[in-house]
């Protein structure tokens, strides 16, 4: 069994999770090229990127996750991976939202299944102004999404 069909089900459901986000405008994908791939196989437009403290060939984008090279409202979705074990989570959730449209998703993978994990990103996916909150338990993985709001 490849790796992408392995992850298939993930991709599904983030694919579902992003299906709010129907502007043409790219949905970029932080840290995970398989994952951009296999969304990419679903919906038009996905950009790889990585942060510069891990540099790997396969990459669209170079960035910090504090800090994109986008400008404002230039994408029409994000993909993050691991919000749950973010300190700087207020920073990297207002700039995730600074750079997507108003009714686009910011979404997080994050591994974990506990109930107190799930609460935990919805608190924060709250403080950070965005709305319309979904999770999906995917295996062990935790999708959360939240909508950008036009305040941003």
Not at 30 to 50: F, K, Q, T, W, Y
Not at 81 to 90: K, M, N, T
Not at 108 to 132: P, Q, W, Y
Request: glycine content about 10%; overall charge positive; charged content about 20%.
């Amino acid at each position: 069994m490849s790796l992408l069909a392995f992850r298939q089900p993930l991709v599904t459901a983030l694919s579902g999770a992003l299906a709010a986000a129907t502007d043409p405008l790219p949905t970029l994908v932080l840290g995970d090229r398989r994952l951009a791939r296999g969304l990419g196989a679903l919906r038009p437009n996905v950009i790889a990127a990585h942060s510069r403290s891990r540099r790997r060939a396969g990459y669209e984008l170079v960035c910090s996750d504090t800090s994109l090279p986008l400008p404002a409202r230039s994408l029409s979705g994000l993909v993050a991976l691991e919000l749950g074990e973010c300190s700087d989570w207020h920073e990297r959730l207002g700039e995730w939202a600074r750079v997507v449209i108003p009714g686009g998703a910011v979404v997080s993978v994050d591994a974990g299944t506990s109930r107190a994990r799930a609460a935990e990103l919805t608190r924060r996916i709250l403080c950070a102004g965005l709305t319309g909150i979904e999770q999906r338990q995917v295996g062990r993985k935790l999708v959360t999404r939240g909508l950008v709001s036009a305040a941003y």
